[in-house]
């Protein structure tokens, strides 16, 4: 059984190249940003007078789900703004959020944007892993909250106790944090109105601080990442044009993505406001002991837009061959599938794309884009089927991106109304961000998927910083060969970090699909009993020496490699709690298993010379 066909309106891209004689070239849509709010909050506060019973958030409940409507929202976000206002919350004393996504999250920071108070939100795992919380203190040196909210207090109270001052007061549903002030958040909620929130919200501007977004950290400290009014009203009204769909179907959202993070944070999140949809909040994760939840929300709920990485992907499709009430529901009213967060694997892409054609007439628009915390997110989109992945798309309008030369690479810079104006109180990093133009320096190289033709979009050509030389000199181009190595092993592995600096050749350490690799097995087995049985060690030997046989040269070809029987780990910054990873971190904290890879250790696999 398939779904009806549908018409699922996008924009047509209309390119201007400009080529400077230095090799620099510019790329903008000839269609101009169309006019947006001053701040989100006109944005809420329009579907709530003019749908004020649509549902706009729910989380699960029980076995069944809490809902909370437009109207329902925005007098609980005004009730919020009183009460942080009454306190003297400023720019200067934002509200910190340690909390995972929740309602009471989202509406304590919206409740807090509404009065000109910034809010930011950070990975639950700063304050949950123990130790000396090196992170947290990175950014309680950087910002000085007015008020810590947490949905329970106490699995967070020592994190705060060892932290934060005692005069932080904290804002929660359940627990207190001993010592210290502890406000109800049902009571926040019902705060009577006075002027002190009209003259408060009154004074919000374009350029007031929304929110303070930090960047994962896995190159240093945490860095706060400002987030005005106009960058995140630009940026959905970049959205809305790009998926000129939303104008007339407001979008229904199921995501798990974390909101400390800019993909899920502010582009779904807001995208949702902005469009008047719903979001519903998936409690799971796409991880072998979580993707059921998620597999669990999508039996109740259809998307009309997703959103997810390349391995939550993966694990769906494992559950899309085998459950039909799960292919029915997510694909019933499905517009869009979008992926971040890393590269998709063409097995990947080509599995999903089959699903696609069989359960929609005419399949559905499986796409990606680029962007960064500073930028947004939203600057380079594609809207146009592909039969490969990877193709970035296009500047979106209102954006310029900068195409300048460094070697045999162009780094792409930008700049747009949604670009961060710096980093809070941190000026000489702010300076060291921006060219003398004013354009964002991404610090990645892109490439064109057509030389001839700049209109048919973008491909990552890897990050600069990332990328070394082989003991011949050569340069390793490390984002392109990650993905063409991911593709190679045939979704055997998920992800793969590639080594060599200084060596001959090239090897790598692979994050493997342990789904497929125990099918490959036969065996329920896990740890080194499953990678080190004898068929996943042929199979994936077999891939190794096909991939090795096409490459061109030394700097394209890997011709050992390891399995991590260890997960990566996010304390160590290795992965975000997004799923993306850090190549440079991985090779530093694993540097026992890189010098492995160039010794007789039995779990390397590598191709045999001659």
């Not at 630009?234 to 104008?247: D, E, I, K």
């Not at 959202?253 to 909040?281: C, E, L, Q, R």
Request: proline letters at 6%; aromatic letters at 8%; hydrophobic letters at 40%.
């Amino acid at each position: 059984m398939t779904t009806t066909p549908r018409e699922v309106s996008f924009w047509t891209p209309r390119l201007t190249v400009e080529r400077r004689a230095d090799g620099t070239i510019l790329l903008a849509q000839e269609e101009p940003l169309g006019p947006y709010p001053d701040h989100m909050g006109q944005r809420f506060a329009h579907w709530a007078q003019e749908t004020p019973d649509r549902i706009w958030m729910a989380e699960k409940s029980g076995d069944g789900w809490a809902t909370l409507s437009y109207g329902e929202a925005w007098a609980r976000i005004r009730a919020i703004g009183e009460a942080l206002a009454r306190r003297g919350l400023t720019q200067d004393t934002p509200v910190l959020i340690l909390s995972g996504n929740s309602i009471a999250h989202a509406l304590m920071a919206l409740g807090a944007q509404h009065v000109g108070v910034p809010s930011a939100a950070l990975a639950p795992a700063y304050a949950l892993t123990g130790g000396d919380y090196a992170k947290l203190r990175d950014i309680a040196a950087q910002i000085s909250p007015g008020l810590i909210f947490a949905d329970d207090a106490g699995p967070y109270a020592d994190a705060i106790t060892t932290v934060f001052g005692a005069e932080v007061p904290v804002a929660s549903l359940t627990g207190t944090v001993e010592g210290r002030e502890t406000l109800a958040f049902d009571d926040l909620t019902q705060t009577p109105l006075t002027d002190a929130e009209g003259t408060a919200a009154a004074a919000v501007t374009p350029d007031t601080v929304a929110k303070f977004l930090f960047t994962s950290g896995t190159t240093g400290s945490p860095k706060a990442v400002i987030q005005t009014q106009r960058m995140l009203c630009a940026n959905q009204q970049m959205v809305q044009q790009c998926f000129t769909f939303m104008r007339d179907t407001p979008p229904v959202v199921v995501d798990w993505a974390p909101w400390n993070h800019t993909a899920s944070g502010n582009k779904v999140f807001n995208m949702v406001i902005y469009n008047g949809g719903t979001y519903y909040i998936d409690d799971g994760r796409p991880t072998p002991k979580a993707i059921h939840k998620t597999i669990e929300t999508l039996h109740d709920i259809s998307p009309t837009w997703y959103f997810n990485v390349p391995l939550g992907y993966q694990m769906l499709l494992d559950a899309f061959e085998t459950d039909a009430k799960l292919r029915e529901t997510f694909f019933k009213r499905i517009q869009m599938l979008f992926y971040a967060g890393a590269g998709m694997s063409q097995p990947v892409w080509d599995r999903l794309t089959r699903v696609c054609d069989q359960m929609v007439p005419g399949g559905v628009l499986l796409t990606s884009g680029f962007g960064a915390t500073e930028t947004g997110p939203f600057s380079v989109i594609n809207t146009a089927r592909q039969k490969k992945s990877g193709n970035l798309g296009l500047p979106a309008h209102g954006v310029t991106l900068k195409l300048v030369p460094q070697g045999d690479k162009l780094e792409a810079r930008v700049k747009s109304p949604s670009i961060t104006p710096g980093y809070w109180k941190n000026k000489a990093l702010t300076e060291e961000a921006f060219d003398e133009e004013g354009f964002y320096r991404f610090g990645d190289a892109f490439r064109f998927a057509d030389p001839d033709d700049p209109s048919q979009g973008l491909l990552f050509d890897g990050r600069l910083a990332e990328n070394f030389k082989l003991a011949s000199g050569t340069w390793v181009a490390v984002g392109p060969l990650r993905a063409k190595l991911t593709d190679d092993l045939g979704g055997l592995a998920s992800d793969v970090v590639i080594a060599g600096e200084g060596h001959t050749e090239l090897g790598a350490l692979v994050v493997p699909n342990r789904a497929a690799l125990r099918e490959i097995a036969g065996e329920d087995l896990d740890g080194e009993e499953l990678l080190a049985h004898p068929e996943v060690r042929r199979r994936t030997a077999d891939r190794l020496a096909a991939h090795a046989r096409a490459a061109t040269g030394s700097a394209s070809r890997v011709l050992r490699l390891m399995y991590m029987s260890v997960p990566l780990d996010f304390d160590k910054g290795e992965v975000t709690d997004k799923g993306s990873i850090n190549q440079r971190a991985v090779l530093r904290h694993r540097a026992d298993l890189v010098e492995a890879l160039w010794s007789e250790d039995p779990r390397v696999i590598h191709v045999t010379k001659g």
